[in-house]
């Protein structure tokens, strides 16, 4: 995500943060309207936002949950940040803001895109692309952030192809592609599609691991 104010801009309300998190319900309240313009533009610029296409409601459905969460009048959507900056002392009230946004945004993102059925335990493509497109790995491979379901795709086994052993990258390859996976198994010469569907469910899980990390 880019940061769009200044360093000075945001650190500078770190009094404002501390007190919030004291308690100070008027604290909370000055905070939010200061962060609002700067959550608008953070939020508006984040590369995160792509798979849902360019649209203000997304950047203020965004804006709204962080300020449900960090303009709480008791305080208690601040209350972690005075921990965290003892545990960072090199780090500023902006450096915590970015990544509690960051995060505001990812969640927004996998909540609209869907979640895995619930009712099996299948995995879902839609949802394994869209977290490994939202994914921080992306930044630290220094790849552009992929525009399409297709690019993707290709990115994420691209990394796959690193990271998995190659039985777990041939069925992953072949369910990402659509295939079933009674497909998968005649193609892997499986025992059965069970044989086929553990294979993809280890490969997901496993990649997941690799690019949560």
Not at 185 to 190: F, G, K, T, Y
Request: proline share 5%; net charge positive; aromatic share 6%.
């Amino acid at each position: 995500m880019t940061r769009v104010a200044a360093r000075t801009d945001v650190a500078r309300y770190e009094p404002l943060a501390i007190r919030g998190a004291a308690g100070d319900g008027a604290a909370c309240k000055e905070l939010v309207e200061r962060l609002w313009p700067v959550w608008v533009k953070t939020v508006a610029a984040s590369r995160s936002l792509a798979p849902l296409g360019a649209s203000e409601d997304h950047v203020h459905n965004v804006v709204a949950k962080l300020v449900e969460k960090i303009g709480r009048a008791d305080g208690r959507g601040l209350r972690l940040y005075p921990a965290w900056r003892e545990r960072n002392p090199g780090k500023t009230f902006e450096d915590w803001i970015h990544i509690v946004t960051t995060n505001a945004v990812r969640d927004y993102v996998r909540a609209q895109i869907g979640e895995i059925d619930a009712g099996t335990r299948e995995p879902s493509r839609k949802r394994l692309l869209n977290d490994f497109a939202t994914s921080p790995l992306l930044d630290q491979l220094g790849v552009r952030p992929p525009i399409t379901a297709a690019q993707t795709a290709r990115q994420l086994l691209e990394y796959a192809r690193t990271e998995l052993p190659a039985d777990q990258l041939q069925a992953l390859a072949l369910w990402i592609e659509g295939h079933a996976f009674e497909d998968i198994q005649a193609e892997l010469r499986l025992e059965d599609a069970e044989a086929a569907r553990k294979r993809v469910r280890a490969a997901v899980a496993a990649i997941r691991r690799k690019f949560g990390a």
